[in-house]
Nanobody, 123 residues
C-alpha cells in the first residue's frame, strides 16, 4: 500500500502559477500510474492529468498546454505545475495512484487517494 499527501495549494490570482506536490510513502511513485483529479463543490471528481509507469502523460483538454505533470523518483513525489490559472481551475486537487485502468479519465482506476489540497483562483 501507499500513502499520499498533497501540498502546495492556496490562493492565486488569475493568470498566475502554482505548483502542487504529492509525496508518497510506503511505496515508490514509480510503482504506480499516478494522476491528479480535482473536484469543485457540487460537481463530480474530474480528471486533470496522469503519468503512467512508462512516463507517458495524459491531460484533460481544459488544462492541456497550461499544466504539466512530473515525477521525481529521488524525492518520491509527483508534481503538478499549473500555469495561466483560470477561475474555473478553482477546486480541491487530489493525488491518485493505481495499477490498472481502462479509461484514464475516470477516477475508478485509482486505488489510493491523497487528502486533497485547495486551489482557489481569484479574479
Amino acid at each position: 500500500q501507499v500513502q499520499l499527501v498533497e501540498s502546495g495549494g492556496g490562493l492565486v490570482q488569475a493568470g498566475g502559477s502554482l505548483r502542487l506536490s504529492c509525496t508518497a510513502s510506503g511505496r515508490t511513485v514509480s510503482y504506480y500510474h499516478m494522476g491528479w483529479f480535482r473536484q469543485a463543490p457540487g460537481k463530480e471528481r474530474e480528471f486533470v492529468a496522469a503519468m503512467l509507469r512508462s512516463d507517458n502523460t495524459y491531460y484533460a483538454d481544459s488544462v492541456k498546454g497550461r499544466f504539466t505533470i512530473s515525477r521525481d523518483n529521488a524525492k518520491n513525489t509527483v508534481s503538478l505545475q499549473m500555469n495561466s490559472l483560470k477561475l474555473e481551475d478553482t477546486a480541491v486537487y487530489y493525488c491518485a495512484a493505481g495499477s490498472y485502468f481502462t479509461d484514464i479519465r475516470r477516477p475508478t482506476w485509482a486505488d489510493y487517494w491523497g487528502q486533497g489540497t485547495q486551489v482557489t483562483v481569484s479574479p
